[in-house]
């Protein structure tokens, strides 16, 4: 009965309404790679264009913060495909506690990054008069250390607000979440943003301690 | 595909057409109806289209006099900035996908409503809420960089509201990528049983590629508005040369969305034309699978030829050459569309109403254009006329002549399925040629004026040039009489107007198979095909070896339709 709820128009069988998420979602996150591809071209190109001032600028990132955030989000996609394989065999609870951790995980990122970006402000690393290095180029580091690292936490927070929101729709009872394809493409979407991260890890944090 | 007539007729009781199931105006801005969408966005894309003309009537009419009597420097170069990017990305760029694309899509391939109904409607919110960001912007003082926003005037010392614009675009971004993603799997989802590729309509395959380019081209243009917010607002140095940015980095991410842009507004110019020719010479589209990957071929290489709107801008030769020779390679399978739409043409009963007017009118405009672009493509003609007023006369002859002309065509053409009545033939076809004409009047002078060294973005020029400035502003007053006119009859027509019938054009395509205007669902039952598309004539049969009875009959205006018949008071 719950396959028939999730069933929406103009959908006559649910098999085709989960592939067309889940096709919609993978050419949305195509769309998403070319909108983070154009910062990590201008990163390239500005690496190469002055590989010592970027360099130096690399090193002046905290490693201990971003390595921890990588752990937590590895994790919380780990988390995140256990709440699909608990929805596909229906267990409710087991899809509740792995949803909320997955958004725990995404809570606590977010919070750690808060701390970093205190500090690095506390340590004079936004671009401007004040700037902690004296060479120009090392405020390009910054300057797309901060975009980079700002629109990432901005998805991610749309990605627990979205998991969050199911989490309630769930625990609420009524939705239909063993045929509904909400999971799994919520899934990849959480993907994507761990993936961005992983990309983001090392060109950030360990690019500059080679 | 002529069974319309016993479907209808074993229906007795046809459901109500979309525009009479709701009425009120709720009904309206929360409804997952495609049709509904469609004239919504239609409604909002025709406001910004005339706030974008206003803006053209204005400049048009300071370039009379050489010395540029009504606004100052800046309030010239705000007016320009606000006809780019209000035409550019609330007129064109959404056009034909998001009214005729939203409307026809689900019909032509034999859907009840596009995949995501809910996104499609969240998409017009996004593109309302990118309206009203670019009109606060307008209603604040406008923005003076120039549609291309070009860094670092636009992130350094312009004076305007560039975050504010750029915001806009941005947003205004994020709806055509929610169309896209709905074309793209509607497309590959819900055709109806027998609809397999190699039968889709030409437009259809038009629509697919554009929601490609859209979805792959417009987060490129996203990225590179939101880099340079940052940098305005926030003082991050990303294009600043001062500390070793790069602004020309700029220029390579909006070209890198910009160009491919133009083949998001003129693809679904070439279906539409595809669509109309067809009906209108009573012969099968020559060229079909060419056709098809002539679409596809210009969607991928449209991408790699983004360089040559900066070959003066700093770039290796060897670069120059390579984007040099890849946009002469582009326009090839554009010239295959237009051989083919000849071709098809060639020896068909050609009948020259409204649509079909517009659509010839298409075709020798989109040549010209396109002609001039290989001039501009070629490195050493490119240096003498960059930033001239050929450049602007090249890409108008594209998009207004190409895309606004197959717009209107578009219009005429379905404008019978979308609201149940006929246009008045004969207004339509006057305007039709007012339009062509008034057209060319306008933007001709601008080809030589700009060869001889006009520059593009000055209101102050030299006295010599007054005679051709003058010719294209009388010619521009032509072209906003051919845009104002359907707006008088096609409204009187919906009150007025002979009632259209399902097919008064006896025209091929699903879409022509409900009624008009269809109902909610589009189809009283699911359409099935077993037939390719155009079989306005037996295949394999040469043109007048055909046996009359044969051929799909066609009378102007619909005048014997059979599936008319008793439709009349």
Redesign the interface.
């Known amino acids: 009965m719950s396959n028939d709820a999730a069933l929406k128009?103009?959908?006559e069988s649910l098999d085709?309404q989960r592939?067309?998420a889940a096709?919609?979602m993978w050419?949305?996150l195509?769309?998403?790679v070319?909108?983070?591809?154009?910062?990590f071209?201008?990163m390239t190109?500005?690496r190469q264009?002055?590989p010592d001032?970027i360099m130096e600028a690399a090193r002046e990132t905290n490693v201990l913060f971003g390595s921890i955030n990588t752990a937590l989000l590895l994790i919380s996609s780990v988390t995140m495909v256990l709440a699909d394989k608990a929805a596909e065999k229906g267990l409710k609870s087991a899809v509740l506690a792995f949803l909320a951790a997955t958004a725990a995980l995404g809570l606590c990122f977010l919070v750690l990054k808060g701390f970093e970006y205190r500090e690095d402000i506390h340590e004079h690393l936004v671009?401007?008069p004040d700037f902690k290095l004296h060479t120009?180029?090392a405020?390009?580091f910054?300057?797309?250390y901060?975009?980079m690292t700002g629109?990432h936490a901005v998805h991610l927070t749309i990605a627990i607000v979205a998991v969050s929101t199911y989490f309630v729709r769930i625990w609420r009872g009524g939705f239909p979440f063993e045929g509904s394809a909400a999971l799994p493409v919520l899934g990849l979407y959480w993907h994507l943003v761990d993936i961005i991260w992983i990309f983001l890890y090392p060109l950030l944090y360990l690019g500059g301690r080679t | 595909m002529t069974d319309a007539a016993a479907i209808r007729s074993a229906e007795a009781k046809e459901p109500p057409s979309y525009l009479k199931a709701g009425r009120t105006v709720a009904s309206w801005l929360t409804t997952?109806d495609h049709k509904r969408i469609a004239l919504l966005y239609f409604g909002s894309i025709t406001f910004f289209f005339f706030i974008g003309g206003a803006a053209a009537t204005l400049i048009r009419l300071e370039l009379i006099s050489p010395e540029g009597r009504f606004f100052t420097n800046d309030g010239y170069n705000r007016l320009f900035t606000l006809h780019g990017v209000i035409m550019v990305w609330f007129f064109l760029v959404p056009s034909i996908p998001t009214t005729f694309g939203n409307f026809l899509l689900?019909l032509m391939v034999g859907?009840?409503?596009?995949?995501?109904?809910r996104?499609n409607l969240m998409s017009w919110y996004l593109n309302m809420a990118g309206g009203l960001l670019v009109l606060a912007c307008l209603i604040l003082g406008g923005v003076d960089t120039g549609w291309t926003f070009y860094t670092p005037f636009s992130s350094m010392f312009s004076n305007g509201y560039v975050v504010l614009a750029a915001a806009a675009v941005f947003v205004a971004g994020f709806s055509t990528?929610a169309t896209?993603?709905?074309f793209?799997?509607t497309v590959?989802?819900?055709r109806a049983p027998g609809m397999t590729w190699f039968r889709l309509p030409l437009f259809v395959w038009t629509q697919y590629a554009t929601a490609a380019v859209i979805?792959?081209?417009?987060?490129?243009l996203?990225?590179?508005l939101?880099?340079l917010m940052?940098?305005r607002l926030?003082?991050?140095?990303?294009f600043d040369p001062?500390?070793?940015?790069?602004p020309v980095?700029f220029q390579h991410?909006f070209w890198f969305y910009s160009h491919p842009a133009v083949y998001i507004m003129v693809l679904p110019a070439f279906g539409v034309i595809s669509e109309i020719v067809t009906c209108f010479s009573r012969r099968r589209i020559f060229g079909y699978t060419a056709m098809i990957w002539a679409i596809l071929g210009i969607a991928v290489i449209g991408f790699f030829v983004w360089g040559h709107h900066m070959f003066v801008a700093g770039m290796s030769p060897f670069a120059a050459l390579v984007f040099s020779f890849l946009s002469f390679v582009v326009a090839v399978p554009s010239a295959i569309k237009v051989f083919n739409w000849t071709f098809t043409l060639y020896r068909g009963q050609i009948y020259f109403e409204a649509p079909m007017i517009y659509a010839l009118g298409f075709i020798g405009l989109f040549t010209t254009g396109g002609l001039s672009g290989l001039f501009t493509a070629s490195l050493p003609i490119d240096v003498h006329v960059t930033d001239s007023y050929f450049v602007v006369a090249h890409f108008h002859y594209i998009m207004v002549g190409g895309s606004v002309s197959a717009f209107f065509g578009a219009l005429h053409f379905w404008w019978p399925k979308i609201t149940g009545r006929l246009a008045p033939d004969r207004w339509a076809r006057f305007s039709a040629i007012l339009m062509y004409f008034g057209f060319n009047f306008t933007f001709f002078p601008q080809f030589v004026m700009g060869y001889l060294g006009m520059n593009r973005r000055y209101h102050h020029y030299a006295p010599e040039f007054q005679i051709y400035h003058v010719t294209s502003s009388a010619g521009a007053a032509i072209l906003a009489a051919a845009y104002l006119l359907p707006m008088g009859y096609l409204t009187w027509s919906l009150f007025y107007g002979r009632k259209a019938g399902d097919n008064p054009w006896g025209a091929t395509g699903l879409e022509w198979q409900t009624t008009s205007p269809p109902p909610r669902e589009n189809f009283v039952e699911q359409p099935r095909v077993d037939e390719g598309p155009y079989l306005y004539h037996p295949d394999q049969v040469a043109p007048f070896e055909e046996a009359p009875e044969r051929r799909q009959q066609h009378d102007p205006q619909g005048k014997s339709d059979p599936t008319r018949a008793g439709m009349e008071e």
């Open positions: 128009e103009p959908f085709r592939l067309s096709l919609g050419i949305f195509a769309s998403e070319l909108f983070f591809g154009g910062m071209l201008g190109i500005y264009i002055h001032a671009p401007g120009p180029a405020q390009l910054f300057g797309f901060w975009i629109v | 997952t689900p859907a009840k409503d596009v995949a995501f109904p996104l990528i896209g993603v709905n793209i799997v590959h989802v819900l979805v792959l081209a417009t987060p490129v996203a990225i590179s939101l880099l940052a940098e926030f003082g991050l140095p990303i001062a500390h070793g940015g790069d980095l991410l």
